[in-house]
């Protein structure tokens, strides 16, 4: 699994305290909605938190790591039903 760890760990859990969570995952698990809707927000913001509804114990953290897979982000924390992930910004092809 990508994750973060030490000083950088750190910095994106502040950054991240005051974000609301930009996907929900219900009962219905990961699906291409959820999954689009979080590459989305990582390729506009990086850091993004995702809460977890109907997730227990050791399934959290393995949703995690399937987030982080399947978008290409790394785990900056997961800590009760919330997951925060970290994703390099896209460069604006404008500039």
Do not use: C
Request: no cysteine; glycine share 12%.
């Amino acid at each position: 699994m990508n994750e973060i760890k030490g000083k950088r760990a750190r910095e994106l859990r502040a950054a991240g305290h005051h974000l609301n969570p930009a996907v929900f995952i219900g009962k219905g698990g990961i699906g291409k909605t959820q999954l689009a809707a979080l590459d989305e927000a990582l390729s506009t913001s990086g850091l993004v938190k995702v809460r977890l509804l109907d997730a227990e114990g050791a399934e959290r953290r393995e949703m995690a790591e399937q987030l982080a897979r399947e978008t290409g982000a790394a785990v900056a924390q997961v800590l009760g039903k919330t997951v925060l992930l970290w994703r390099e910004p896209e460069e604006d092809p404008g500039k």
